[in-house]
């Protein structure tokens, strides 16, 4: 078991910066990705950025890439994504989530453990 919570959402305007934290606690040393994903009002639950352990591999989705970047400190189980240049676009409910399986995981349904989301809103 893995339990996972967000923090760090909140209201910005555009243009600017939040960085979002992911607490991991339980049987972490088993999960071999991390992952960050979003749910904008009315869509779809979507990738936005995953890490492997130690954090020999990295992805993000196109549509945020060279704006976030996602990173780790995992000896204190510890998940961070930093957002800059935020547009009123990325506005959606932000979810950390933990996968098990040995290979570097971008599909929701690779993924094992969810957090319960932060909310960020960008306004323009």
């Known amino acids: 078991q893995v339990q996972l919570v967000e923090s760090g959402g909140g209201l910005v305007q555009a243009g600017g910066s939040l960085r979002l934290s992911c607490a991991a606690s339980g049987r972490t040393s088993d999960t071999y990705t991390m992952g960050w994903f979003r749910q904008a009002p009315g869509k779809e639950r979507k990738f936005v950025a995953a890490?492997?352990?130690?954090?020999?591999?990295?992805g993000y989705a196109d549509s945020v890439k060279g704006r976030f970047t996602i990173s780790g400190q995992y000896a204190k189980n510890m998940v961070y994504l930093q957002m800059n240049s935020l547009k009123p676009d990325d506005t959606a409910v932000y979810y950390c989530?933990?996968?098990?399986?040995?290979?570097?995981?971008?599909?929701?349904?690779?993924?094992?453990?969810w957090g319960q989301g932060t909310q960020v809103t960008v306004s323009s």
């Open positions: 989530a933990a996968a098990l399986a040995s290979k570097f995981a971008t599909r929701e349904a690779e993924y094992d453990y």
């Open positions: 890490v492997t352990r130690y954090g020999s591999t990295t």
